[in-house]
């Protein structure tokens, strides 16, 4: 049996995906996976006795990507004998077990993501190649970051895209960089993105070279202004402080903005939209709660029409099982996960605790009047069942949610992956018109 279809392996797998990637398979060799003079009433069982009819009980699977483990997970459910034959391409032994080879492929398509990108991908993943890995908490609960190049912003009339820093809050040391494609279009205005950049609340910076390039990505792509903030980092600031300095950027959003000659010229504020990723998808989330229906009826010069969260980082006491698989993850090991959130909340605080759980901590009422919200992930993401449970989370409680989290990849793949980039700023473009219409006839 072969396909080539890319899917992710879940803690459950579906009937109805599995029956998608044999379909192919159903086709070439004439088996009626449900065959009707089965005497089987349950699927399942009717869907064992076609397969084990036609092949004897036994299957031969030569599967690429995540679907290998979809496909595997789902026939040994269904007590079907599955041989792995060993390809061609393979001259070493490969691993049996089939959690030790879906920690290796992982591993050997991150390891570029969170190591050296500019090498090409290593077969293994070294915990000292990851950034996350590489902070240092001292004894005196000081931490030493790793070095990550940073890039100036460029107001070159030559670039693709123009970039200068607008200072926010000197006290801080927060500042917004802003993006503008170059030329702007002369029709219409563009579209506002107040863009928040992940890193665990720990590390990296609005000028970090991969969030700097996935900015001037994403205004030339959708296009669009995008505000990128430059905020406190913990565990010197330690939360709420940068959902604080979120919520301030979407204050100057709403008043101080028309003021910036590029959005006076440049930014329709009736279509604005706050997003973030990774942890930057948090501050959007918190930001937005904080600055809605907070009670102020003075007037506001901007309109947040919707929220884009791309993989937020949500955790909580219990793992879940995707947490649970990624103790060897190249891109966000479990270890790592456990020192940013120890580092990120505030001392004494567990997982449980709103800023880090509001799935489990915050009032059902919490997120009354929020705008429509765009949940994006990737189904390798450790992250992914946090993800997905935010988002019933948010549809039980009347909020309108685009959710695509079934994106075959990594998490922060759209930072060192083009295609991943792509991938996401039409996601984003999409959810943008979309809801430009939906504010037009409104």
Not at 25 to 38: G, N, T
Not at 151 to 178: K, N
Not at 420 to 435: D, G, I, N, P, T
Request: hydrophobic residues 40%.
């Amino acid at each position: 049996m072969s396909t080539s279809a890319a899917a992710a392996a879940s803690p459950s797998t579906s009937l109805s995906s599995v029956d998608r990637l044999l379909r192919p398979w159903y086709r070439r060799h004439s088996v009626d996976p449900f065959p009707a003079k089965s005497h089987h009433r349950h699927p399942r069982a009717s869907l064992r006795h076609g397969l084990a009819h036609r092949c004897r009980g036994s299957l031969t699977v030569v599967v690429s990507g995540d679907s290998l483990f979809k496909v595997l997970r789902f026939l040994n459910s269904l007590k079907i004998k599955v041989s792995l034959p060993r390809g061609p391409e393979s001259s070493s032994r490969r691993p049996r077990n089939i959690a030790t080879r879906r920690r290796q492929a992982r591993e050997r398509e991150g390891s570029r993501a969170m190591g050296d990108s500019t090498s090409s991908v290593k077969t293994t993943a070294k915990k000292s190649n990851n950034l996350f890995m590489q902070i240092i908490v001292h004894d005196d609960g000081t931490v030493t970051r790793p070095e990550v190049p940073a890039l100036p912003p460029s107001d070159s009339p030559a670039g693709a895209v123009r970039s200068r820093d607008v200072p926010l809050d000197a006290a801080r040391g927060s500042y917004l960089r802003l993006y503008l494609p170059n030329p702007a279009p002369a029709a219409a205005k563009l579209p506002v993105v107040l863009y928040f950049h992940g890193g665990g609340f720990v590390v990296f910076s609005a000028a970090s070279f991969f969030y700097h390039n996935f900015c001037q990505t994403m205004a030339a792509a959708v296009p669009a202004l995008v505000a990128s903030l430059e905020y406190r980092l913990a565990p010197e600031h330690r939360l709420p402080a940068a959902y604080e300095d979120a919520a301030a950027a979407v204050a100057w959003l709403r008043g101080a903005a028309p003021a910036d000659p590029w959005v006076a010229a440049h930014g329709d504020l009736s279509r604005c939209f706050v997003m973030g990723a990774s942890s930057g998808g948090n501050m959007a989330f918190f930001a937005s709660v904080r600055t809605t229906n907070n009670g102020d009826l003075a007037p506001v010069a901007a309109t947040v029409r919707g929220l884009l969260l791309h993989q937020p980082y949500f955790g909580g006491v219990e793992r879940t099982p995707s947490e649970a698989w990624s103790e060897h993850d190249a891109v966000l090991p479990l270890e790592a996960n456990d020192k940013l959130w120890r580092l990120a909340l505030p001392v004494g605080a567990d997982r449980d605790h709103e800023f880090c759980n509001p799935v489990k901590a915050l009032p059902h009422d919490a997120v009354a009047g929020l705008p429509r919200c765009l949940v994006t992930g990737n189904t390798a993401d450790p992250l992914i069942d946090r993800q997905r449970e935010f988002v019933r989370w948010l549809r039980d409680r009347g909020v309108d949610v685009v959710a695509k989290t079934d994106s075959p990849g990594y998490h922060a793949g759209e930072l060192f992956v083009p295609n991943k980039a792509q991938e996401l700023c039409a996601a984003v473009r999409e959810f943008v018109l979309a809801s430009s219409i939906i504010f037009t006839r409104l």
